[in-house]
């Protein structure tokens, strides 16, 4: 278990932090509030996502693909898992806060956009909602 957020954090770092400049205490945060994920390909850690409560909502986070790895169906992968681990947990919704420039991946994914662009972290997002009428999983 260590060892596996550790590969976690370091998949992380590479993407948010080193990548997109995020910085280190707000990439960071909530970890103990979180259900972690990893996915492998070929005995490597390749990519991560987590989940959380957020009152009565349930908000998909963190979710990166190493830059190699890119465009081999692992982010759909995570959201999938993470849906399937979130299904009938009783949520009033499940939403995340998608980067503007990979909106079109979570729309892919059943995700609807709502409301207006925000800058969280000195990038621009904007909130998404799982469409219930959607696949959830």
Not at 77 to 85: D, F, P, R
């Amino acid at each position: 278990m260590v060892e596996e957020f550790a590969l976690e954090r370091t998949i992380r770092d590479e993407v948010f932090i080193k990548e997109q400049s995020v910085p280190y205490e707000l990439e960071f945060e909530n970890e103990e509030l979180s259900t972690h994920f990893l996915v492998w390909a070929s005995g490597r850690a390749v990519g991560c996502g987590r989940f959380r409560w957020v009152g009565p909502d349930i908000k998909l986070e963190r979710i990166a693909v190493l830059r190699a790895e890119r465009g081999n169906g692992y982010g759909k992968l995570i959201v999938k898992g993470l849906l399937e681990a979130v299904k009938g947990k009783g949520a009033s919704c499940i939403y995340l806060n998608s980067q503007t420039s990979v909106k079109g991946f979570y729309e892919k994914c059943g995700f609807k956009p709502v409301g207006e662009e925000f800058l969280e972290a000195g990038i621009w997002h904007i909130r998404m909602m799982m469409d219930r009428g959607g696949k959830e999983g």
